[in-house]
Every structure is written in C-alpha cells, then in structure tokens.
C-alpha cells in the first residue's frame, strides 16, 4: 500500500491491550484520512448514547496519505471524538511534527479507549506501546508536560498532552502539542482527561513509499512557490488578527456578548496595533512554507508573556468580553494555551457570565466577590484561572455556557451564545447570512471552520445582508469542499493557491497512493463525509431543532455599525436550513433517505434503522 499503512492502532487503556486493525482500502479511498477517517473511526468505535466521558468513548488521533509527503502545510493531524460540550461529533485539527511522527509509528491512525486506574503516559515507539506513570506530571501545564516528557523519553518525541483543565475535566478543555499548539475546539481535552491520560508521546521510523516520487518533487516545489503568492500575502504579514479592524468596519465583529457587531476599543487590540507595538516574529508550522503564525509579547511593566496569537482568541479574550487591553489579551490567550483550555469557550462562556453579572442574575457572592464587568481586564483573567481550577464560579464554568444557563436559570439561555452548545466564533450571523446558515446546521456546532461560509458573505456573489434560498447550496458545496482540505490534510491557508483545488488534490493524491482519482471523486468523498458526520449525530439524538441559532441572533437587530438595525429573523432562518436540506437531498426533517445513502456508499458502514428516517436503510 502506498501513501498509507493501511492500520490502526486500538489502544485499551483499562485492560493496557493494544491491536494492530487493519483498514482496507475501500475505507481509505472513501473517507480518505484526518477529519474523514476519524468520522468513520468514531461511528464504528463509539458505543451508541454512551457518555462522551465514559471509559468506552473513544478518543482519535488520524493522519492522512499527504502526512510525510512534504508537502507544504500537509502535516496535520485530526483529534475526533464525541463532544463533551456538544454530545455530538467534535473534530479539531492541529498542525504538528506530532502527525509525522504518528504516521511513522506504522499506523494512520490511533484510537485510544478504556480509563487507566492512574495517570499514564502513553508512550508510542513504532510498534512498541508502553503504559508509563504520570503522576510526576500532574498539574503541570502544557508546554511543562512537553518538555518533562522529552527529557525522560528523548527530545525526538513528539507529545500530545492535557494541562490542568484536562485533568479536571473542563468541558472545552484542548490538547496541546508540539510547542504550545492547541487541538483546540469540542473539548477533546477533557476526553482525553476522562481516560486518566496526561500525555501521549509518538516516535516513528515508518515512512510510506509513493506512487510517483519524482513528480511529487516538481509538485512540491510548486506548491510551494504558489504559497508564498499574493493568496497568502495575509496569513504572512498580520496574520488572521487583521479581521479585527476589517470585521469592525463591516459590522461584522461581535463584541459584549454579540450585543453588538462593533466595538469602540477594536482599535487597541487590531492587527496593525499588535504588530507593530507586540510583533516578536512569524513562526512556521511543521512542513509549513507560508509562516501565519504571529508570535506576540507583551511591553507593560508587568512580567513578560509571549505567545501565539490568531483572530479568534484576539476576538473571544478581546471585544467579546470588553477587554481593549493587549497585553491584557495576549496574557489570557497564553493562559489558555498553558492551561489548556479553547480561547472560543473560554472568552464565549465568561461573555455569558459577564451578561449574567451586569443584569445580576450574577452577584459578587457567586463570583467571590470578583466585579465580574465587561472591560474588566482583571476579572477575566480571574475567571480563567478560576475556570481551569474548577474554583467557585469557575466549576460552573467550566460546564460551558450552555450548562452553565440551564443551571444558573433567568432567562440567561437568551444569552448563552452556542449553537448545539459549542461556543460562537467571531463572525457576526445577522450580518452575514450564509455565516449564519454555516453556524445553524454544522455536525460540530457553532463553527466557522467545517464551511467557511462566511467567505460567499464577503464576495460579491450574495447580499450578506439578507438571507435567500440560494445560502442551502452554497453552504453544503462549502462544507464538503472544507471536508476535503480537512482529510487530506490541507491548511486552509493554502486554499486559494490552488486554481482548482479537487483537480489537483486528485491528481497530488493519485500520485501519492497509485489509486486512481478524480476532481468528481474528492468531491463526492467531501459529501460522504459530511453525511457520514450527520449519521453520527441523528444516532446521539441530533433532531431539527438544534439547527438553529441563539435567541439573541433571532431576536435581536444590530444596534450598531453599518449593518444597524439588521436582524435574522426564524422564518428567515429555516428557509435557509430547507434550502440546506434540499441541496443535500436530505428529507424535511433532516434526515439522510436510503436512497442518499446508497448513492453514497454509505449503506454498509450504518447499522440498519439508526441515524436515517422513515424508509431509510
């Protein structure tokens, strides 16, 4: 077999059994590898119903055929399991000399079930697993585990690990990796935590032949030529922190909680500011020629922090809670990427918290006296610290924002913003509509990644102001387009290097595997795995009502910005999810037909009658 294995390795931490599980290459060439294999991996491996952090749920780690190819932006790896948050499916990525190394061990993928009786460090050395002690490693945070665990194993190893709020089960908590890089979205952290597994370290001398090495060679630097162009001119000056001013213009920045879509300090944490006063350098992910990444310090009296920093964590530390202080930012993203937490969550959940406290449903004696205000810069990072202890308030949320209203009560559900109870990104849905369709339908909740929606809102092709049938199609060609980037492994970065990206990734794959491919096939494989992700959902309960939006979005108009005095109203909203649904071939309810399964290929990996409707195999 080429470009892949062709196994995995199933790792029982309660019995400490491993196997070797071959995967045939109509998996493979179906479901193709990262986000796909590990949707496939999670439906066979999860019990159905079972708890997300129960001994039985499994926690996966999934490369892809690209994985070793040196390709550029190609070594990533997918973390799936069922969603502590959410209940549903969750699926990060993160791009890491870890997936190399993982891919080296002889395996594409790892799955990871059962609880061990004490801490363990899962040590992986090709085919050699061993069940080490953790104890030592308890409470420390991300990058402390990282280098304890190379100084005991060898600096060659590459460590998956939890920080704190792993090990105490906070619902969003993520998985660091490979100098402070986060698997950060649906909390595979407290997955990860449940199983009493503080660390996983992957050494591998396996590497997979190729169908064609020598034109992959000539691909290679191409691609890489085509990376360095004006398509990524972006990622390689500001950074993705340059949507702040951007989305601010547009009213398209939520801030206080989403009750607005503007934000007067926008200003003081923008991408222009933090790179001229905060700028350190731009780093490179493993095999990465484009250099997105915007490492930031701090220049205040106080001790100097450093870290990386992105748009989403400048957003949820930043106008999402009032906070225009950007050392006060930069400090909170690093907290959270020490303690392990998702920066999305943790700024939507304490948001929420915030809301409670100004209409006080929240009081100083819930909060231990902390003057939990927007803009109160000390406050939040209280909160996070509290978060990640599971202190005070902090147990509560460390629930997430969707718990945390249903036991706080209120009325705060009205504000908790999530959609099926993952925390909303940083893009405003009453603003952009096909944003807002992406958000109300994704398998993974709340999310900005599995569409790009938002990228139709900013073209000419639609009125990102108001909502029309045609946001069904353009949403579901998104998410099977971003299912493909998310399989094979691409960074989305590269996306718009490529003229034609099914065409090319067909013919880089082909000569990767030796399997034949076409732009029709990586295209249908994109479909397959989003509908195989809808499956997984209906099986745990998913029904029509968790395609929606937070009851702020459907209720409230803008109130501020160029966008003021718009709003996204329910009607509106399902006759996009409809849409949806027809470009689908999906049944009214949401539901996948016999039929689509078929069609699919999908009939022989679902058990008969579960996850389909009426009439459905």
Request: hydrophobic share 40%.
């Amino acid at each position: 077999m080429l470009g892949y294995h062709g196994a995995c390795l199933v790792i029982d931490l309660t019995a400490r059994s491993v196997r070797r599980d071959p995967l045939d290459e109509r998996v493979l060439r179906r479901f193709i590898g990262g986000t796909g294999l590990g949707a496939y991996l999670l439906y066979k491996h999860c019990p159905p119903r079972v708890d997300p952090l129960a001994p039985g749920s499994p926690l996966i780690f999934a490369a892809s055929p690209l994985v070793g190819s040196r390709l550029t932006t190609s070594s990533k790896f997918a973390v799936v399991a069922k969603s502590p948050l959410t209940g549903f499916i969750g699926d990060s990525l993160s791009s890491s000399f870890l997936a190399t190394e993982l891919k080296g061990t002889g395996h594409d993928a790892l799955v990871v079930t059962g609880r061990s009786e004490s801490p363990t460090l899962l040590s992986i050395d090709d085919g050699r697993v061993d069940f080490l002690d953790a104890s030592d490693l308890m409470g420390l945070s991300t990058s402390e585990t990282e280098a304890a665990v190379k100084a005991l194993l060898g600096r060659r190893a590459r460590v998956a690990c939890i920080g704190p709020a792993g090990e105490r089960l906070v619902r969003f908590a993520s998985i660091g990796n490979d100098g402070g890089r986060q698997a950060g979205r649906t909390g595979p952290g407290a997955v990860m935590g449940s199983k009493n597994l503080k660390a996983v370290a992957v050494r591998g001398t396996n590497r997979v032949d190729v169908s064609d090495p020598e034109w992959l060679d000539h691909a290679r630097r191409d691609l890489a030529r085509r990376s360095l162009g004006p398509a990524t001119e972006k990622y390689r000056t500001l950074g993705t922190v340059a949507n702040v001013s951007v989305f601010n213009r547009l009213g398209a920045l939520p801030s206080l909680n989403f009750r607005q879509s503007t934000f007067d300090g926008a200003g003081a944490v923008s991408g222009e500011t933090l790179h001229e006063s905060h700028h350190v350098k731009n780093a490179h992910c493993a095999n990465c020629t484009i250099g997105c990444e915007q490492i930031l310090a701090t220049n205040d009296d106080l001790p100097r922090v450093s870290g990386r920093m992105e748009y989403e964590s400048s957003f949820a530390l930043g106008p999402l809670v009032g906070v225009a202080d950007a050392n006060a930012v930069i400090r909170a993203a690093r907290l959270c990427d020490e303690s392990g937490i998702d920066t999305i969550s943790a700024g939507g959940t304490v948001s929420w918290a915030m809301e409670c406290f100004e209409r006080g449903i929240l009081t100083e004696k819930d909060t231990g006296g902390l003057d939990l205000r927007f803009g109160n810069a000390e406050a939040l990072t209280a909160a996070l610290r509290m978060i990640v202890e599971r202190r005070g308030l902090g147990d509560l949320l460390a629930e997430g924002s969707r718990r945390a209203a249903s036991r706080v009560g209120g009325g705060s559900d009205a504000w908790a913003m999530h959609v099926k109870g993952l925390e909303m990104p940083g893009y405003e849905p009453r603003s952009l509509k096909t944003m807002a369709l992406g958000l109300a339908v994704s398998t993974r909740g709340a999310c900005h990644n599995r569409s790009s929606a938002y990228e139709a809102d900013f073209s000419a092709d639609v009125d990102r102001l108001k909502a029309d049938a045609r946001r069904g199609r353009i949403t579901a060609d998104g998410e099977d387009f971003s299912a493909v980037l998310d399989s094979l492994i691409w960074c989305k970065f590269l996306r718009k290097a490529f003229d034609d990206l099914y065409a090319e990734s067909a013919a880089i794959y082909e000569r990767v595997t030796g399997w034949p491919m076409t732009a029709d096939g990586l295209r249908r494989a994109g479909e397959r795995i989003n509908n195989l992700k809808k499956l997984f959902n209906v099986r745990e309960g998913w029904t029509r009502d968790d395609d929606t939006l937070p009851a702020r979005v459907l209720e409230e108009p803008l109130p501020t910005g160029v966008a003021r005095g718009v709003g996204l109203d329910r009607e509106d909203l399902d006759v996009m999810i409809r849409s949806y649904y027809r470009a689908r071939g999906w049944a009214e309810d949401g539901t996948i037909p016999a039929q689509k399964l078929r069609e699919l290929g999908l009939e022989d990996v679902v058990e008969s009658g579960k996850g389909v409707s009426s009439g459905a195999l």
